[in-house]
């Protein structure tokens, strides 16, 4: 013998007699007792706003219990936690704007190319080498003192192609 009544027909007694089995499918979706009585008062609260749109002879229960899960999944969407990936990343993403810096690099490429060839080979092997004037004297076959002014003098034209003052260049008073 069921204890589950025929529908009378009546909305609202309908409805008073389905809130048992209301509560414990709220009950299986919640796990929680207090969320659970929350779940299944708004959803009579919505079956009641909705009472114009249930037509008399369809599945009651049916239309009651899709009405509670459309609760609970909306319950769930309102109060999910939201993890802000922007807020840890965007800092990460940001990067310095290099155009000045490809401008400034090909300035430099230029005026560089202008330097005679000496100097050039000079400066290279003195900054970016590391060797000593000695050194590159040896290597080239050339006086130390040449070394020495071949790359004050492409500092120099550097300085003065790019515009640039000198660390040796003193200001006048």
């Known amino acids: 013998m069921s204890s589950r009544k025929a529908p009378t027909g009546d909305f609202d007694t309908d409805l008073t007699q389905l809130l048992p089995r209301l509560r414990i499918y709220a009950l299986s979706l919640t796990r929680d007792s207090v969320r659970a009585d929350d779940l299944v008062q708004q959803t009579v609260l919505q079956a009641l706003a909705g009472r114009k749109s249930f037509r008399l002879g369809t599945n009651f229960p049916g239309w009651l219990f899709r009405i509670q899960r459309n609760e609970f999944i909306s319950e769930l969407r309102r109060t999910r936690p939201i993890a802000d990936v922007f807020e840890g990343v965007a800092d990460t993403l940001q990067v310095a704007p ?76």
């Open 98 to 173: 290099c155009q000045e810096v490809g401008l400034v690099l090909r300035e430099f490429v230029g005026a560089f190319r202008q330097l005679p060839r000496g100097s050039r080979q000079a400066l290279l092997l003195a900054q970016l080498e590391g060797l000593s004037h000695q050194q590159i004297a040896d290597h080239f076959g050339i006086a130390q003192g040449t070394v020495k002014s071949r790359i004050s003098r492409g500092r120099a034209s550097l300085a003065r192609l790019l515009d640039t003052p000198t660390t040796d260049q003193r200001s006048s008073p």
